[in-house]
């Protein structure tokens, strides 16, 4: 039993080192749709060069009010970022949380990640009072994300326009109290072991992303609800982040938990705990990666199912972790969305979000 989880201990923490994709196939995931068309994200330099007679660089300033932690401004909003930004009319301006926010601004955007009714409240009436700026994005919506049931709802009656995968969700059980009684219940509904262990809120703390592997219903009693147990899915040990800013979609790959063979689930139980492999640092080391675990999810596939799924999440600024079941034909699982994650961690996110920002402030002077 210990042998078992020294391995595991050193196989995670081996794995923890990211995925990197610097690979090229995943530039060629850099897309925006301008109507039904999906076309790629414009960089400087590539026909969107701000000029001198540019009207609305010359007489408008687009104003994004932000609130957010002081760990998300300092990986969000880096110099490289600010000074695109500004090349194109958009300032970064901080909202000041110690003044009542409507005497603040004005602002075209007010973008935040920040926890707490108080919060929600504010930023509800100052939305009501202030239909003109494009809030990112409802508290409502982002407070959905914030239960790990609730995050997946829906996600697996989504019909997508693409056929060449399909999405589910692993099954998945929540245990409010007593979960020494919840062995039962999952055998009922017939969850097979193991099971991941994961806080059913996620409310910003390394807590509630500390999750546990549970070999054996007599396991389960260790574990401290509110919890969601939900299947483990065998996934070659790659997952797939995509990153969603508006129109645009971007993936990457990350290094993820091992499969977990029949013997390994026949000889070991006991509760694991496993490090935040999802969120580890860059690393371009995909050189050992079977190509059938590691080859990116198609195209058409993601666009079909980003749309989607924009629509039932009601959000702009979200990523999903994927995984591929293993040894299918493209039958991925979606495992977590994420509000504004890290997107310094998204390759030319600076130039991204100018764009997002710039077409914005674009149809804005359309419409007026
Ligand atoms: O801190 P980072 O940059 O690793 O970003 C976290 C995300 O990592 P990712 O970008 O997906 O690799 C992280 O994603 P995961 O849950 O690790 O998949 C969360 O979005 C996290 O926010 P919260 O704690 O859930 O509110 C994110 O934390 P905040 O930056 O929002 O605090
Ligand atoms: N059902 C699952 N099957 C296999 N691996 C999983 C499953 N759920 C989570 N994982 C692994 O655990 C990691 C963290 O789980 P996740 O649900 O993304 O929580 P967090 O919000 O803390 O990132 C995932 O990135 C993946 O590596
Ligand atoms: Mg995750
Ligand atoms: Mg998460």
Not at 49 to 60: A, G, L, R
Not at 97 to 123: A, C, M, T, Y
Not at 204 to 216: C, E, I, P, R, V
Request: with cysteine; aromatic share 8%.
């Amino acid at each position: 039993m210990f042998g078992t989880l020294a391995s595991r201990e050193l196989e995670t923490a081996r794995l923890s080192r990211d995925l990197g994709l610097s690979c090229g196939g995943f530039e060629d995931l850099g897309m925006r749709m301008e109507g039904e068309n999906m076309v790629p994200h414009r960089g400087e330099g590539e026909g969107e060069q701000v000029t001198e007679t540019e009207p609305f660089q010359q007489t408008q300033r687009f104003v994004v009010g932000y609130a957010l932690t002081s760990k998300k401004k300092k990986s969000f909003l880096q110099p490289k970022l600010e000074t695109l930004a500004r090349r194109k009319g958009i300032y970064f301006v901080a909202i000041d949380l110690n003044r009542p926010l409507s005497e603040q601004g004005p602002f075209d955007v007010v973008l935040h990640k920040l926890l707490g009714k108080e919060w929600q409240d504010i930023i509800e009436d100052y939305q009501q009072n202030h239909p003109e700026v494009t809030v990112l994005d409802p508290p409502g919506e982002i407070q959905r994300i914030h239960n790990r049931q609730s995050m997946l709802q829906g996600l697996a009656d989504l019909n997508l326009s693409d056929c060449s995968g399909s999405i589910f969700v692993p099954k998945q059980m929540v245990v409010l109290k007593d979960s020494a009684s919840s062995a039962d219940k999952v055998v009922e509904a017939g969850l097979k072991f193991p099971l991941v262990a994961k806080p059913l809120w996620i409310d910003g703390t390394a807590k509630s992303h500390q999750l546990f592997l549970a070999y054996d219903r007599f396991s389960l009693a260790e574990l401290d609800p509110p919890i969601v147990l939900q299947e483990f899915v065998n996934h070659g040990g790659v997952l797939f982040k995509v990153f969603v800013v508006g129109d645009t979609i971007k993936v990457v790959r990350r290094l993820s938990l091992p499969n977990i063979s029949n013997c390994e689930k026949g000889k070991v139980d006991g509760v694991f705990k496993f490090p935040r492999v999802s969120s580890a640092a860059a690393s371009a080391d995909n050189a050992e990666l079977d190509p059938s675990v590691a080859e990116l999810p198609p195209k058409p596939f993601l666009e079909a199912l980003v749309k989607e799924l924009r629509s039932l999440l009601g959000l702009r600024l979200f990523n999903i972790d994927m995984i591929r079941e293993h040894g299918s034909n493209n039958v991925f699982y979606v495992i977590d969305i994420n509000y504004f994650p890290g997107y310094a961690k998204m390759p030319d996110y600076e130039q991204v979000f100018v764009d997002f920002f710039h077409n914005m402030a674009q149809d804005k002077r359309r419409c007026k």
